[in-house]
């Protein structure tokens, strides 16, 4: 099952890693792997990329983060083709991915002569690219019955699914919203309104998925590879302003 019905899809270009993410999910269906288990797969590629920015080898280190983008969407493709939903993995995938974001751009701020505040400010504006594209993107899969087990609004702790144990959802949404809350906070007031929107255009999606981890983590690869590593950060930090503009034309455009 897709996360969006077929006539609502749109190209999305942080998404580069689905076909293959299906794959790697369709050929652990049959066994006893766990979605958890492969979005453990992903913590532990990240760690590696981030070891590989350390000791400069870039070619590894682009190779890992693609590897990790890839598990990163076959943890979800692997409970949707078990129908294993669960909210303890939807909390543990965001958890990990916003604490292997800082380490990332700490790697990068330790591998460059960037300052600590544009470090800062860099990893900020990606968390807020992040949450902008994953509030619309959650907004567009509810109102058009698709993939709802992220919700919207995360205010209250989840009933745990099938499974899982309360405790364990209740853990990790607490940490979640300790990690994440602020930067949800601060999207919800630049565009309170946007779950009222019935519809957000697909070429606006596809133009917000630059903003997806995906899109971010390519991007990071990429410029490693080109010897461009010294404006990873500066790329971020100046792209944030786009925020302003998706949410400008998805309030023209609705």
């Known amino acids: ?25 369709n050929s652990l269906k049959e066994t006893s792997c766990t979605p958890i288990d492969v979005t453990l797969w992903f913590i532990v590629s ?24 890839i598990l990163d ?12 939903p ?20 700490s790697a990068l701020w330790y591998c460059t002569e960037a300052s600590i505040i544009i470090t800062f400010f860099a990893f900020l504006g990606i968390q807020l690219q992040g949450t902008l594209y994953n509030y619309y993107y959650v907004i567009l899969r509810n109102n058009v019955n698709g993939d709802t087990t992220s919700r919207v609004f995360e205010y209250n702790t989840p009933t745990a699914l099938g499974a899982e144990k309360q405790e364990n959802v209740d853990l990790l949404f607490r940490i979640y919203k ?3 809350g602020v930067f949800d906070k601060v999207i919800y007031l630049l565009d309170s309104n946007a779950s ?23 991007i990071i690869s990429l410029m490693l590879v080109l010897g461009l590593k010294d404006y990873i950060l500066v790329f971020f930090l100046w792209y944030s302003p786009m925020i302003f503009v998706f949410i400008g034309l998805r309030r023209v455009l609705q």
């Open 1 to 25: 099952m897709s996360k969006l019905p077929k006539e609502y899809k749109f190209l999305d270009f942080s998404d580069y890693g689905r076909p293959v993410a299906r794959l790697i999910a």
């Open 73 to 84: 969407a076959a943890d979800g493709e692997l409970a949707r083709v078990k129908k294993t």
């Open 196 to 218: 009222e929107s019935k519809k957000i255009p697909k070429l606006l999606m596809t133009a917000l998925s630059t903003f997806g981890l995906g899109f971010q983590l390519l």
């Open 86 to 105: 669960s909210h303890t993995g939807r909390y543990l995938d965001s958890v990990a991915d916003i604490i292997l974001n800082f380490f990332i751009f």
């Open 178 to 180: 300790g990690l994440y």
């Open 46 to 69: 990240g760690l590696i990329a981030i070891a590989c920015i350390l000791f400069e080898y870039y070619w590894f280190a682009a190779f890992f983060l693609v590897l990790k983008s």
